[in-house]
């Protein structure tokens, strides 16, 4: 606050440990920053889908002089995809669209979007093919493709690793002050439980913040109308 966001310093970010960390524990779990600095004036924020994704931030910060700048990336283990040889510059605010689908829009920010993809494929054999945005940018939004998203279907999801007051909330109130919500769209924001989550697998952790892949299908349907995994077991 003092010595980088009020001098608008071109400080550079890298916030390693984003969301659930396996073994080491909630001590150290990266669920408040998104939060934090995306209340903090001047800061822009960003967090990589995968560890191609994670090249372009960090050529984007390396570049960038305007003021600060954080991305963020989890421990562990990567998704596997190629990564460039050389990163772009992204433009600042800028989010990217991976799917077009009908009815529901899940809007990712950070390394869900894996699980969004593993989701959407489920949902495709219901005969439900979401539309799929990679927001990579939490502060400055991305104002054009969300509203452009929320006008085009009936439900938007969001999806975080980070606790609530973060990407989410920013986005209700971009949806709120544009008054997209007098016209009935159906809104929801998947961020982590209130809780401490416990040590354990980061697979297990994710299942308990209820954003493993099924849990997001299940939210798909949940939001449709539509008769969850449990309830057609059931």
């Known amino acids: 606050m003092h010595d980088v966001a009020i001098q608008r310093l071109p400080v550079r970010f890298a916030i390693d440990r984003a969301g659930l960390v396996g073994s080491d524990g909630p001590t150290h779990a990266g669920s408040f920053d998104i939060a934090f600095l995306t209340n903090l004036p001047g ?3 960003m967090a990589a889908a995968d560890e191609g994704e994670l090249v372009h931030m960090i050529t984007t910060a390396a570049a960038y002089d305007d003021g600060p700048i954080a991305f963020r990336y989890p421990r562990g283990e990567g998704e596997g995809v190629d990564i460039p040889d050389q990163g772009e510059v992204l433009e600042i605010g800028k989010g990217r669209m991976i799917q077009n689908g009908a009815r529901v829009a899940i809007l990712s920010f950070g390394t869900r979007l894996g699980e969004v993809r593993k989701a959407a494929e489920a949902l495709g054999a219901r005969g439900i093919t979401p539309t799929i945005a990679d927001a990579r940018f939490a502060k400055p939004l991305d104002r054009d493709m969300i509203l452009g ?3 085009d279907h009936e439900a938007l999801i969001t999806i975080e690793e980070g606790a609530v007051g973060g990407f989410g909330s920013h986005v209700a109130q971009l949806l709120a002050e544009e008054g997209v919500f ?4 159906k809104y929801r924001s998947m961020v982590f439980p209130d ?13 308990v913040a209820a954003m493993n892949a099924e849990q997001i299908e299940n939210k798909v349907l949940e939001v449709l109308g539509v008769a969850t ?6």
């Open 149 to 151: 998203l929320a006008a």
């Open 182 to 185: 007098d016209n009935g769209l």
């Open 43 to 45: 800061f822009v924020v």
């Open 195 to 207: 809780v401490f989550i416990d040590q354990s697998d980061p697979k297990d952790m994710y299942r």
């Open 229 to 234: 995994i449990g309830e057609k077991r059931a």
